[in-house]
């Protein structure tokens, strides 16, 4: 079993920052992507960023084009925790944040599915 908990959401106007945070606990390894999506009210969950690592060095990172260039997905193996740190917010990136974990291998790391472990999500709401 692996539990994860998010942290970081909040209020802040179109253009500012925002660090979430994902704390990892359980049977977490670098067999496991670790990854960051969003849903807005009457939308899917999406893609935002994921990670993969080996022993204390990332291996690879991926974003959706819609934040390219203004998110940054990292890990800190010491914390056992992922963190997304989002500059030049705009009102469209406002939606419930969640954070996954995944067995690398079940498939596409863009997609939901291949995620086993969620967290209970943090609402990020950027304001115009």
């Known amino acids: 079993q692996v539990q994860l908990v998010e942290s970081g959401g909040g209020l802040v106007q179109a253009g500012g920052s925002l660090r979430l945070s994902c704390a990892a606990s359980g049977r977490t390894s670098s067999r496991y992507a670790m990854g960051w999506f969003r849903q807005a009210p009457g939308k899917e969950r999406e893609f935002v960023a994921m990670?993969?690592?080996?022993?204390?060095?990332?291996?690879?990172?991926d974003y959706a084009d819609s934040v390219k260039g203004r998110f940054t997905i990292s890990r800190d193996n010491a914390k056992n925790t992922v963190y997304l740190q989002m500059n030049s917010l705009k009102p469209e990136d406002t939606a419930v944040y969640y954070c996954?974990?995944?067995?690398?291998?079940?498939?596409?790391?863009?997609?939901?599915?291949?995620?086993?472990?969620w967290g209970q999500g943090t609402q990020v709401t950027v304001s115009s």
């Open positions: 990670i993969t690592w080996s022993g204390g060095s990332t291996v690879s990172v």
């Open positions: 996954g974990a995944g067995p690398i291998g079940k498939g596409r790391l863009s997609d939901s599915r291949s995620y086993d472990y």
